[in-house]
T-cell receptor, first 113, second 115 residues
Framework: EAQVTQNPRYLITVTGKKLTVTCSQN?????MSWYRQDPGLGLRQIYY???????DKGDVPEGYKVSRKEKRNFPLILESPSPNQTSLYFC????????????FGEGSWLTVV | ELKVEQNPLFLSMQEGKNYTIYCNYS?????LYWYRQDPGKSLESLFV?????AVKQEGRLMASLDTKARLSTLHITAAVHDLSATYFC???????????????FGKGTSLLVTP
């Protein structure tokens, strides 16, 4: 079954404690990205990757890092989480770029206290 | 900056009625996406519209794209309760020279279909 899998799905953490949200897709997609969803703001892109070792900033990259060492994995790293990073995070993937259907993971609810 | 505006943001409609959700965007693009999101769930792709005049239909939902007007519509025919969800439109900001692209989402339309 084609899937984008994120972990953890739910996490409560404390300010400053580094955390990683993993994302893995089994569709051999080149393109992967991370979004955050906040009430009243919709979804906003954090980072994206066009292929292995190729990443770039989206609209709201501050406070986040990513890496793309393998095609299937695209982890999101919060080096020093702050309360304003409390949000619902989605990983997404697609074949190639523009015009292709983008598949979203189930989402990761992150609370930073 | 690409802006994507949906309206209405909230919609309560009776079963059996028809209604249209509108999605306006501020830049030239011929790639428009519609997604559905159930509470606490992921986004499910409904339609990908890739050219001016594109029309796609799936069940009681029909989406269209007018790139000259920078407008897409999602029309609901004879609504049923199962269509209750939040619907997002998104436009991608791919432009010449970009090595990548992002979907710019509208704020979503929360649809409630009541008996």
């Amino acid at each position: 079954e084609a899937q984008v899998t994120q972990n953890p799905r739910y996490l409560i953490t404390v300010t400053g404690k580094k955390l990683t949200v993993t994302c893995s897709q089994n569709m051999n997609h080149e393109y992967m990205s991370w979004y955050r969803q906040d009430p009243g703001l919709g979804l906003r892109q954090i980072y994206y990757s066009m292929n292995v070792e190729v990443t770039d900033k989206g609209d709201v990259p501050e406070g986040y890092k990513v890496s793309r060492k393998e095609k299937r994995n695209f982890p999101l790293i919060l080096e020093s989480p702050s309360p304003n990073q409390t949000s619902l995070y989605f990983c997404a993937s697609s074949f190639g770029g523009s015009g292709n259907t983008i598949y979203f993971g189930e989402g990761s609810w992150l609370t930073v206290v | 900056e690409l802006k994507v505006e949906q309206n209405p943001l909230f919609l309560s409609m009776q079963e059996g009625k028809n209604y249209t959700i509108y999605c306006n965007y501020s830049t030239t693009s011929d790639r428009l996406y519609w997604y559905r999101q159930d509470p606490g769930k992921s986004l499910e792709s409904l339609f990908v519209l890739l050219s001016n005049g594109a029309v796609k239909q799936e069940g009681r939902l029909m989406a269209s794209l007018d790139t000259k007007a920078r407008l897409s519509t999602l029309h609901i025919t004879a609504a049923v309760h199962d269509l209750s969800a939040t619907y997002f439109c998104a436009v991608d900001n791919d432009s010449p020279g970009n090595s990548g692209y992002a979907l710019n989402f509208g704020k979503g339309t929360s649809l409630l279909v009541t008996p």
